[in-house]
């Protein structure tokens, strides 16, 4: 999976969630989601968990506002 920015010519870029496969030697992409309308701070964060930032991260160090959200999914 991978995040793509697809050009528009008069208005933004879409951004989207895609995943690459093969089928009969050949490459395809099939768009998972549509992210153009997140914010800005949730893209970053999903590039990053897409590749593979959070892979060993252990969830001993969270600060900021992000901490609620983690405390209660934990709880």
Not at 6 to 31: F, M
Not at 36 to 53: D, F, H, Q, S
């Amino acid at each position: 999976m991978y995040i793509a920015r697809v050009p528009n010519r008069k208005s933004r870029p879409a951004i989207l969630l895609r995943e690459s496969y093969r089928e009969g030697g050949k490459v395809c992409t099939r768009t998972i989601a549509n992210l153009t309308n997140w914010a800005p701070e949730r893209i970053v964060a999903m590039e990053r968990l897409v590749k593979g930032e959070f892979d060993d991260w252990s969830g001993e160090m969270t600060s900021g506002e992000i901490f609620g959200v983690l405390f209660a999914l934990k709880q």
